[in-house]
């Protein structure tokens, strides 16, 4: 099956820091790739929708200026969390489908914790 | 009207029975019908998914039931062992715009030995 590779699995940082999440397909090229984030014992939460080349389109209540999105190539994006604090401190997954097909493959996702 | 709606939230089964978790929902526009695996700490795995022009469809243990009457469907795992302990999730996506899937709120299943 396709598979999705997430960068780092897990992360420390110092409040006020910026952190960067790598995402990657590793075997197919990914035409949209999504991003969650998800709290403990709760349901995904769609952040954010890319698409290689493109300008990410945010879900509403989500801060664009603060949740980075870049989709540079077919099999990479990443999430920057720029000037994190403890709120952000949650588990981030990404997923990668193409257009014309319904599936997601999920990556590993990301432990982010902010001190 | 984007909502899954998902229950139970948690399910105790012992092993060899049969797990039931259902979903329903509201647009009419969701066209497929994926259910995901997650187990603690990982990310998710898509377990089996279905489109509505079929009321069923198994893949080894795992059976979804689908009634597009009703606007619900559920899935089954048939002699269900400990290592199916995880949270399950449905979630509903329209074809071609986006494909943005739209999550259940997830049910906790423990199979006892």
Known sequence: GAVVSQHPSRVICK?????KIECRSLDF???????????PKQSLMLMATSNEGSKATYEQGVEKDKFLIN????TLSTLTVTSAHPEDSSFYICSAGILEYNEQFFGPGTRLTVL | QQQVKQ?????IVQKGGISIINCAYENTAFDYFPWYQQFPGKGPALLIAI???????????????FNKSAKQFSLHI?????GDSA???CAASI??????LIFGTGTLLAVQP
Request: glycine share 6%; net charge positive; charged share 20%.
């Open chain 2, 87 to 89: 949270t399950y999730f």
């Open chain 2, 51 to 65: 489109r509505p022009d079929v009321s069923e469809k198994k893949e080894g243990r795992f059976t979804i039931s």
């Open chain 1, 71 to 74: 989709h540079a190539s077919l």
């Open chain 2, 7 to 11: 229950s139970p939230q948690s399910l």
């Open chain 1, 29 to 39: 090229q990914a035409t949209t790739m999504f991003w969650y984030r998800q709290f």
């Open chain 1, 15 to 19: 409040s006020g820091t910026s952190v």
């Open chain 2, 95 to 100: 074809n071609g715009a986006t494909n943005k």
């Open chain 2, 78 to 82: 048939m002699d269900s062992q400990p």
